[in-house]
């Protein structure tokens, strides 16, 4: 299930068990770590922090969390953006479905919090809306997005090491 939201209205995996680069979907970024960056919000620090927080979460949940932002959507809908980014990397262990993907799309104001249908009594639509509301949206207003980013990340991970949804 996936939820996304306007980003500004009041309301991800190389070496994941893969290969370090995956094939893109058509027209989208080749997936290139547990953060890729097209839209150069973060910098090398801020994203090497980011990476090793979601290479400990993978290591204790085993489920893959990616973040991914983009310059644009080239008019297509986030939540079609998103799914052929998890389908197209394979986000998640196969038979399993168990992959999140954070996207954030700053020119066209969104954010989604793409979940595979192996976590989402982990991470439910209703949580996802929470923390796309009171975590990241309110960083985003005020010009932070790494904060925002981090923000949501952690929001996530909180919720997939919650007891019972570690396999």
């Not at 970024?29 to 960056?37: C, K, Q, S």
């Amino acid at each position: 299930m996936i939820r996304s939201l306007p980003m500004f209205v009041a309301a991800a995996v190389a070496a994941c068990g893969g290969p370090a680069t995956a094939q893109a979907p058509a027209g989208l970024p080749a997936l290139t770590g547990r953060v890729v960056d097209n839209a150069a919000l973060l910098t090398r620090d801020q994203e090497a922090f980011l990476t090793r927080a979601l290479e400990d979460t993978e290591r204790r949940t085993k489920h893959q969390l990616v973040v991914v932002t983009l310059p644009g959507l080239d008019g297509q809908p986030i939540e079609k953006v998103g799914l052929a980014l998890g389908r197209g990397w394979g986000i998640g262990r196969k038979g399993h479905d168990d992959g999140v993907l954070l996207i954030v799309a700053p020119n066209e104001r969104m954010v989604r919090i793409e979940v595979g249908s192996g976590l989402e009594r982990a991470l439910t639509n209703e949580e996802a809306g929470v923390i796309i509301r009171q975590r990241i949206l309110p960083r985003f207003r005020k010009g932070a997005m790494a904060a925002g980013i981090y923000d949501g990340t952690a929001g996530i991970i909180r919720e997939l090491e919650t007891p019972g949804t570690t396999p």
